[in-house]
């Protein structure tokens, strides 16, 4: 994951038991392997060394392995590496985090323990760490039509012909290419602000999760094969908006590295899937040609199993419009705010933001935790949570900690409330 602007956007995924040796093990090798893909690499695949100082920590006990010491002397030296316990103050995640004014690559532990996994994870976040001086700074965006019946099942039809691509060779890898673009782009042209907000995502997650593949899953039809059964893995997530360019990003850029080599030093403001278009020249857009397109990749299939649900997700959708649109609620603005959450538990509510279903969020307020949803609003600006006790400060599923001098003002004629500096 990656830090949008101001706010560090993490990712809590697959919590932890407590460290033991084995996760020290594990921790040491991601390390040693960390600088052999680094090594092999010399900088060739973005010009720039991804290669830095690497933190392995359980978000349960927020005990923590590291490759270098820290300089208040947290961590001491253990034998293999330096150990201690990461301060409260540090989010937790599979990340890149700036603490003790050095900019760390962090993993959750327990790291997996199939080498493979664990090179494409370390690879993925240490992408991240060079981010920012690749010029690639991550932008923020709801990709809010990933949530509606038509826009997923454009993204699975694009997803089934970007892994029959990753599976083929030649004249037929070609085809399924053109196939995922043409679904690509009738999904652009379909929804006014998915070229903006799939690119977002796109030149984020999308290029980490390439380059965790092109540099820890090997070489050829391997780093094929599993970008192949990643896009498998999501074709029925039930979180596309926030999490499709972890499987769809590895098939771009592995496609492109075949079509336009030279790709990465042309992105300018181009997302990869942009690049792949171009290169693939999918056929033109009709009726006819979709109705081709799609039964090739199950589209009948889809389609049925999109429609049931949208179904079911409208009454979800309702309860979250009543829930943080109106009624009590209480209505945190952002200023600074470092946020940590499980990309694939985010639900975008057109026309009034994304409900995160776990969250922890610290700003000059104080620290929220959200153990049964919050809702952020689509530009990062308002936090709402819902049915504030009396106190203003906790409610179901959540409790504010907030800093000493502040005051929960009464509810509004809304149901909102806010916080302001004690009179």
């Not at 070489?219 to 499709?244: F, K, P, V």
Request: overall charge neutral; some cysteine; hydrophobic content about 45%.
């Amino acid at each position: 994951m990656r830090s949008l602007g101001g706010v560090l956007v993490a990712a809590l995924v697959g919590l932890a038991a407590p460290a033991g040796a084995q996760d020290t093990l594990l921790a040491s090798s991601a390390a040693i392997e960390l600088r052999q893909m680094c090594e092999a690499d010399r900088a060739t695949l973005w010009g720039a060394d991804l290669c830095g100082p690497l933190i392995v920590v359980d978000p349960a006990t927020r005990q923590a392995w590291a490759t270098q010491p820290d300089q208040d002397g947290t961590f001491r030296f253990s034998g293999s590496g330096w150990s201690g316990a990461l301060p409260a103050s540090v989010p937790v995640a599979n990340s890149t985090v700036a603490w003790d004014g050095v900019r760390w690559i962090m993993v959750m532990a327990p790291l997996p323990e199939d080498a493979t996994e664990r090179r494409v994870l370390i690879a993925h976040e240490a992408w991240h760490r060079a981010q920012d001086s690749l010029g690639l700074t991550a932008r923020g965006a709801d990709n809010a039509h990933l949530e509606t019946e038509r826009g997923r099942l454009l993204m699975r039809l694009e997803f089934r012909a970007l892994a029959t691509a990753m599976r083929s060779r030649s004249a037929p890898r070609r085809r399924a290419a053109r196939d995922a673009m043409f679904f690509r782009n009738m999904r652009l042209a379909e929804f006014l602000n998915a070229p903006y907000a799939e690119a977002s995502l796109d030149r984020n997650e999308g290029l980490a999760s390439y380059t965790g593949v092109r540099l820890g899953a090997g070489s050829g039809a391997a780093a094929d094969l599993y970008a192949a059964r990643t896009l498998d893995r999501y074709d029925r997530h039930d979180a596309l908006a926030r999490s499709y360019a972890y499987a769809s990003g590895p098939a771009y850029g592995l496609l492109l590295d075949e079509n336009r080599p030279t790709w990465r030093g042309a992105l300018g403001e181009a997302s990869p899937g942009d690049l792949l278009n171009v290169a693939v020249r999918p056929d033109p857009y009709s009726p006819e040609t979709f109705i081709r397109l799609a039964a090739r990749y199950g589209g009948d299939a889809i389609a049925a199993e999109e429609r049931t649900r949208a179904q079911e997700r409208a009454v979800v959708v309702a309860a979250f419009r009543a829930q943080y649109g109106a009624g009590p609620r209480l209505v945190l603005n952002v200023a600074r705010m470092q946020m940590e959450f499980d990309p694939e538990q985010v639900t975008p509510i057109d026309g009034l933001g994304s409900v995160y279903r776990t969250l922890t969020v610290r700003d000059a307020w104080g620290e929220l935790r959200a153990t049964e949803g919050a809702l952020i609003s689509s530009d990062f600006t308002q936090i709402v949570v819902a049915n504030p006790g009396p106190d203003g400060l906790s409610g179901p599923g959540w409790a504010l900690s907030a800093r000493p001098g502040l005051y929960v003002l009464p509810p509004d004629q809304t149901g909102a409330r806010s916080i302001v500096e004690a009179p």
